[in-house]
C-alpha cells in the first residue's frame, strides 16, 4: 500500500496536478481578450511586464502591499498558512527523499526545527482561518460549505504529516492516511479553487499588465499596491 | 409579457423617443413597465459566452472570500458594515450568480441586480487594489451593468443619457452649432478684457485640440471662457472641433457599449479630421476615462490608445506652470487650508496622482495644502461616481455615501476643496448641501484665472 | 430708445419695485416686454432635476411644471399685464444670470431690467458655488444696460425727465456715458454729469490740504469737458458738478438733490473680483442706497 502511494499514486497525483495547472494557464492566458479586458496586451509588453511583477512582487512580500499593511491579522495568518503550504511538501527533509526516489529531482531540505514551525504555522493559522470566517460578518457571507472544505483539504495533509512527526497513535496508518490526504490535494489543485497556486500569478500579472498599461502605468512611478 | 413601451430593451435611437421618455416625469412610468419586463434569458447567456472571457470567469472562480476587499470599498464601510456590501458578496450575488445558473434568472432578480449595479457601486476601482488575488470588482460591475443594459434593466437617467449620446453625440441636448456659438458668446464676453481672445473651431495642425463636457457648454459656459482665456495667455496654438467636442460618456455609466464607441469614435474623427499634436480635456474625470483611457478599445484600436496623445487638464496646466507658459503671481497665492480630491477615474485609473500635487506646489502657499486621507491611488470615491450622481431613485443611498468624503475633508479642517473632476465636483456641492460642513469647492481654472500673471502684449491698453 | 425691455424676474416681492419700474417704462415707451424667469438650477449631476428657485425644493422638471409656473408668472404679474398688449413670459432652466445673459444675446433688448436684492439665487449650495450675485454677473459680462431697481423708485413716474451721470473716467464710463447721452438727448432729459473725488484715500495723509483737493475737483471738471461735453455737440440742458467725499454717498445725495429719476453709470469689474467681497462696486453700493433706478454698464451698449 505504502508502495503503491509512493510509487504511481505520487507520480499519477503530481501529473494530474501539473498538466491539470498547466492546462488551467493556457486556457487563462488564451482567454485572455485585448477588446473584451481593454487592455493591450501586447502592444505594450514591456510595460506590462513591469506591471506585471510589481503587481506580484508587492502582494507576495509580507507586507509589501497596502491591502497587506492595513489588515495585519490577516496578513499573518495569511503568511503563517502559506510559507509552510508551499514550502513543506517541496523542502521536507522526508518529503525531498521521496521525490527523489519516485521523480528523481533533488531539493535541498529544510532543517528540522523550521520545518517544525512552519508545520505548525501552518496548522494553527488555518485554525484561525477557519476561525475568522465564522466569527468576521464581513467573512461569514462569504463562506460556504466549499470554503471550509478546500481550507480542511489543505490542512489535513498537515495535520496527519504532524501526528507523524511526533509519532502520535499509529504512525503507520497516520502515515498512509497523511500520503492519501496529500495526494488528493495534489490531484484536487487543478479542479477546485486551489488552483490560485497558478492562478493567482496569472491574475495579479493580468491586473499588474491592467494598471501598468492601461490604467497608468505608462503616466509615472506606476501604482503604489 | 410584452416589453414595456418606455421600458424596454431598445436603445434609444431618435431625437424622438428621447423627448417621450424625457416626458415620463422621474421614470415613473418607466420603474413601472420595469416591474414586468422579461428576461431574455437565451440572449442574456449567448452575450455573456460571448463576452465573458477567461479574466472574470477567473476572478469569480478563483475568489477566496476571504473578505479582505471590504474594507476597502467606502460603500460598505459608510453602510455600517453591512456584509451585503462586501465587493465580494455584491459581486457574486449578481454576476457570479448569473454565470451559475447560466443566466436563468428572473425580472426580480435583474432588479436585485440593477439596484447592486448603480446603487452600490460606482465602479471607483478600488476594492481592485485590497484583494490579494488581483480581482477587480468595480470591472466586473461595469461589465454586468453592460449585461443589464442589454436587457433594459437601467436607471432611468442613464437610459436617457446613453439615448442623448446616440442621439447627439453629447450627454444632453446641445448641438455642434449650440457648442461654437457658445464659445463665439464666451469670446464677447470677455475680448475687451483680453484683447485678442480668440477660440479657432476646426483648425488643422494645431497644437492642442480641447473637448470639454457638454454640461459646460449647456449651464457653464464659464468654465468655456476660462479654459479660452487660459490657453490664450499661456500663447498656445489650440483649437476645437465643430463636432465630436464631447469627452463625457453616460453611455459608460450606462453599460451602453455601442453608443460608448460612436461617442468615442465622433472624438477619434475630430482627431483624424484635424490632425492636432495633441488632445487637451477639460476637468472631468469619467471623461478622460472614456476617450483616453477605455475609448481606445471601445473603437477597436490596437495599441490602447488613442489617435493622438491625449491628455488630461491637469496634465496641461502642470506642464504649462512649469514651463512658465502660464506665470502665476506669488502674492495671489492661495493663503487658507485647501485639499484636493483626487479622481479615481484619471488618479487611481491613470496614474496622474503626483501630476495634481505638482499644481498644488506652485498655486498654494507652502503649508497649506492638506492632502486627505487615504489619498493618491488609495482616495475613496467622492460619493457620486459611476452615475450615482444623477440617478433619482438611487437618491438616498448616494446621499449616504457622500459621508465618506464628508468626514475626509473635515478632518484635513480645510475650507476650500480643489475638485478637478466635474463629477466629484457635483458631488463636493451637495455634500455641502446636504450636510452644511461649511466648505467652498472648485475647479482648477477658476483659481487659476485669479492668480495667473497677464502678459504685458496681452494686456488691455488703458 | 426703449422699444425692448428685458426683464428678469425672480416672480417675488424682491422684484417688485422692478416690475413697477419695468412695466411703467413699457408703457410709457410702447416697448415689449418679455418677463423672463429662471425658474430652478439644475443639480444633481446629469439627471433632470433641478432645484425650484423660489421654493428651494427639488422637481423634476417636464412641461406641466413649466406651464405651471408660466401661469404662475402671469397671475402674479396680472395687474401690470392688463395695462400692456405687447408682452411674452418665458421661463427656462439654469444659473439665473447665465440665462439672463444667453437670452439677451438672442433677443438683443434696449435694456434688462432686474431687482435689485434678488441676492445669489439659488439653493444653499448654489449661492455658495457663486461668487456674487445674479445682478453682479449680469451687469459684469452684458453687452447690455442693466437697470436695476432695489429700492421703491420714488421719484420714477413712468418716464425719464432727469439723468445723473455719474462717471469715474475709466473706460466703462465712457460706454456709459454714450449711453447716457443717447438717452436724454432722445428723450429730452436734463442732463447732470457728475463725479464723485475719492477722498478716503487721503485720510491718513495729512499733507493733503484743501488746496490740493480743490486741484483735483478743478482738474475733474476740466476732465469732464474733455471727455464728454466737447462731445455733446450744442446740446444744451446739462449740467456738471464735482464733489468731494465718499463716492457713492456723494452721487445718492447729488441724485437725491438734483430730484433725478434716474442714475446712470459704469459697472466696475475690477473691484468685484474678490469673491469674499459681498460690498461690490461703487455702482452696487448706490443701487443699494438710490430711490431712483440706476442703469449700470460695463461694456459698450450694443456691440454685437
Ligand atoms: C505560490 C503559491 C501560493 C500562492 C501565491 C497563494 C496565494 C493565495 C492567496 C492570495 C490567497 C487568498 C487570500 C487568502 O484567502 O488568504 C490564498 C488562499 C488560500 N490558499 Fe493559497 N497560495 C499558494 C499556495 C497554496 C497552497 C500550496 C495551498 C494548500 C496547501 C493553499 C491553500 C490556500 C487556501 C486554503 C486558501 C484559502 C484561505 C481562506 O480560507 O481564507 N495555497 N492563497
Ligand atoms: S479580497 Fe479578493 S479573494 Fe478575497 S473575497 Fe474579496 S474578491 Fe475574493
Ligand atoms: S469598485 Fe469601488 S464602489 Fe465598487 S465595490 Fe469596489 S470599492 Fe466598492
Ligand atoms: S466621481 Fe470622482 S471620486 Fe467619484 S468615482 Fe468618479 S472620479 Fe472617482
Known amino acids: 500500500m505504502y508502495d503503491l502511494l509512493t510509487g504511481p499514486g505520487l507520480k499519477l497525483s503530481i501529473g494530474i496536478c501539473l498538466i491539470g495547472l498547466i492546462i ?100 494553527v493559522s488555518a485554525f484561525f482561518l477557519a476561525l475568522r470566517r465564522l466569527v468576521l460578518p464581513e467573512v461569514r457571507i462569504l463562506s460556504g460549505p466549499y470554503d471550509y472544505l478546500i481550507l480542511f483539504l489543505s490542512a489535513a495533509p498537515f495535520i496527519t504529516g504532524l501526528l507523524c512527526r511526533y ?17 488528493i490535494l495534489l490531484i484536487s489543485i487543478p479542479f477546485t479553487r486551489l488552483s490560485h497556486i497558478l492562478l493567482f500569478f496569472l491574475s495579479r500579472a493580468q491586473l499588474g499588465m491592467d494598471f501598468g498599461i492601461k490604467r497608468g502605468g505608462m503616466k509615472g512611478k506606476g501604482l503604489n499596491w | 409579457m410584452p416589453e414595456g413601451t418606455l421600458c424596454n430593451r431598445q436603445p434609444i435611437q431618435t431625437d424622438e423617443a428621447l423627448k417621450t421618455l424625457l416626458s415620463d416625469t422621474g421614470g415613473r412610468q418607466y420603474y413601472q413597465e420595469m416591474q414586468s419586463l422579461p428576461v431574455d434569458t437565451p440572449l442574456l447567456w449567448e452575450t455573456i459566452q460571448k463576452t465573458c472571457r477567461s479574466r472574470i470567469r477567473t476572478w469569480l472562480s478563483m475568489c477566496a472570500r476571504c473578505g479582505m476587499c471590504a474594507d476597502s470599498c467606502f460603500l460598505y464601510r459608510i453602510n455600517d458594515r453591512d456584509p451585503k456590501q462586501v465587493p465580494a458578496y455584491k459581486i457574486q450575488s449578481t454576476l457570479g450568480e448569473i454565470l451559475r445558473r447560466k443566466g436563468r434568472v428572473d425580472n426580480a432578480f435583474m432588479q436585485m441586480a440593477m439596484e447592486t449595479a448603480w446603487a452600490k457601486c460606482t465602479c471607483c476601482n478600488r476594492c481592485g487594489l485590497y484583494c490579494p488575488h488581483g480581482i477587480d470588482m468595480g470591472v466586473m460591475f461595469g461589465y454586468l451593468r453592460g449585461l443589464l443594459y442589454q436587457q433594459g434593466f437601467v436607471p432611468w437617467e442613464l437610459k436617457i443619457g446613453a439615448g442623448m449620446h446616440r442621439v447627439y453625440h453629447a450627454q444632453m441636448d446641445v448641438t455642434d452649432a449650440d457648442f461654437t456659438e457658445t464659445f463665439a458668446w464666451m469670446v464677447e ?48 496654438n489650440w483649437t476645437v472641433p465643430s463636432r465630436g467636442w464631447e469627452q463625457t460618456s453616460l453611455a459608460m455609466f450606462a453599460g451602453d457599449w455601442e453608443a460608448c464607441k460612436i461617442q468615442v469614435e465622433s472624438v477619434y474623427d475630430a482627431m483624424e479630421r484635424l490632425k492636432p499634436k495633441r488632445m487637451v480635456g477639460t476637468e472631468c474625470g469619467h471623461a478622460h476615462r472614456a476617450t483616453v483611457v477605455e475609448g481606445p478599445y471601445w473603437a477597436g484600436r490596437k495599441d490602447g490608445l488613442p489617435p493622438v496623445e491625449s491628455i488630461h487638464y491637469v496634465e496641461w496646466l502642470a506642464e ?143 | 430708445m426703449f422699444k425692448k ?25 410702447h416697448a415689449h416686454i418679455d418677463v423672463f424667469h429662471v ?49 411674452a413670459i418665458t421661463v427656462t432652466i439654469g444659473h439665473p444670470h447665465r440665462e439672463i445673459l444667453r437670452i439677451a444675446r438672442a433677443e438683443k433688448p434696449d435694456i434688462i431690467v432686474m431687482g435689485g436684492s434678488t441676492g445669489a439665487s439659488g439653493s444653499y449650495a448654489h449661492k455658495k458655488a457663486a461668487t456674487g450675485s445674479t445682478f453682479q454677473r449680469v451687469a459684469k459680462a452684458a453687452h447690455f444696460p442693466v437697470l436695476v431697481i432695489n429700492r421703491p423708485a420714488a421719484s420714477f413716474w413712468g418716464g425719464f425727465s432727469n439723468v445723473v451721470f455719474a462717471t469715474d473716467f475709466s473706460d466703462a464710463a465712457d460706454h456709459a456715458f454714450a449711453f447716457a447721452f443717447k438717452l436724454v438727448k432722445e428723450l429730452n432729459c436734463e442732463f447732470h454729469l457728475f463725479h464723485a473725488l475719492d477722498i478716503t484715500c487721503f485720510q491718513t495723509d495729512n499733507f493733503h490740504t484743501q488746496d490740493t483737493i480743490d486741484d483735483q475737483i478743478r482738474n475733474a471738471i476740466a476732465q469732464i469737458r474733455f471727455r464728454y461735453v466737447s462731445k455733446m455737440g450744442d446740446f444744451k440742458p446739462y449740467a456738471m458738478e464735482v464733489w468731494e467725499g465718499i463716492p457713492f454717498v456723494e452721487i445718492v445725495k447729488y441724485a437725491r438733490e438734483k430730484q433725478a429719476d434716474l442714475i446712470i453709470m459704469a459697472y466696475n469689474t475690477r473691484q468685484t473680483d474678490d469673491p469674499e467681497a459681498s460690498i461690490g462696486s461703487v455702482a452696487e453700493q448706490v443701487i443699494l442706497r438710490a430711490n431712483c433706478p440706476v442703469i449700470s454698464i460695463n461694456r459698450s451698449v450694443g456691440k454685437e
Not at chain 2, 477660440?199 to 464659464?222: C, F, L, Q, S, W
Request: proline share 4%; charged share 25%; with cysteine.
Open chain 2, 320 to 462: 504649462a506652470l512649469r514651463t512658465g507658459k502660464l506665470k502665476i503671481n506669488p502674492e495671489k497665492r492661495i493663503k487658507e487650508p485647501v485639499t484636493l480630491q483626487d479622481s479615481c477615474n484619471y488618479v487611481r485609473n491613470h496614474g496622474l496622482k503626483e501630476i495634481t500635487r505638482e499644481i498644488m506646489s506652485y498655486i498654494v502657499e507652502p503649508g497649506y495644502f492638506i492632502d486627505m486621507s487615504p489619498n493618491r491611488e488609495h482616495n475613496y470615491c467622492c460619493g457620486g461616481g459611476g452615475g450615482f450622481n444623477g440617478i433619482g431613485l438611487y437618491r438616498k443611498q448616494r446621499n449616504k455615501a457622500l459621508i465618506t468624503k464628508r468626514d475626509q475633508i473635515l478632518s484635513t479642517g480645510a475650507k476650500l476643496v480643489i475638485a478637478p473632476c466635474h463629477n466629484c465636483w457635483d458631488a463636493i456641492r451637495d455634500l455641502e448641501e446636504e450636510y452644511r460642513i461649511g466648505i467652498r469647492w472648485s475647479f482648477l481654472k477658476p483659481l487659476i484665472l485669479k492668480m495667473v500673471e497677464i502678459p504685458e502684449h496681452l494686456k488691455p491698453e488703458e
Open chain 2, 189 to 236: 464676453e470677455n475680448e475687451e478684457d483680453y484683447p485678442g481672445l480668440a477660440v479657432p473651431v476646426d483648425k488643422v495642425g494645431a497644437d492642442i485640440m480641447y473637448t470639454v463636457n457638454a454640461r459646460e457648454v449647456k449651464h457653464y459656459p464659464e468654465d468655456l471662457a476660462e479654459a479660452a482665456i487660459l490657453f490664450h495667455l499661456a500663447g498656445e
Open chain 3, 5 to 29: 425691455i428685458l426683464f428678469a424676474t425672480s416672480a417675488t416681492e424682491a422684484c417688485d419695485h422692478a416690475a413697477r419700474v419695468a412695466f411703467d417704462m413699457a408703457r410709457r415707451y
Open chain 3, 39 to 87: 425658474l430652478g438650477v439644475p443639480t444633481r449631476g446629469y439627471s433632470q432635476v433641478v432645484v425650484d428657485l423660489t421654493t428651494g425644493d427639488e422637481v423634476t422638471l417636464d412641461d406641466n411644471y413649466r406651464d405651471l409656473v408660466k401661469e404662475e408668472i402671469r397671475s402674479y404679474y396680472d395687474h401690470q399685464i392688463q395695462t400692456t398688449d405687447d408682452f
Open chain 1, 24 to 123: 488551467r494557464g493556457v486556457l487563462y492566458i488564451k482567454g485572455l481578450h485585448w477588446q473584451l479586458d481593454r487592455v493591450a496586451y501586447t502592444a505594450h509588453l514591456k510595460a506590462g511586464i513591469r506591471g506585471a511583477l510589481r503587481s506580484i512582487f508587492f502582494w507576495i512580500l509580507p507586507f509589501g502591499a497596502r491591502g497587506w499593511r492595513t489588515q495585519p491579522l490577516m496578513t499573518v495568518l495569511f503568511f503563517g498558512f502559506h510559507i509552510g503550504a508551499v514550502c513543506i511538501p517541496l523542502f521536507l527533509a522526508a518529503h525531498t527523499m521521496i521525490l527523489q526516489k519516485a521523480l528523481g529531482i533533488s531539493f535541498a531540505s529544510l532543517n528540522q526545527t523550521v520545518a517544525d514551525v512552519m508545520s505548525w504555522g501552518v496548522v
Open chain 1, 167 to 183: 509519532e502520535i497513535g499509529d504512525y503507520s496508518f497516520f502515515l498512509l492516511i497523511h500520503i492519501l490526504l496529500g495526494e
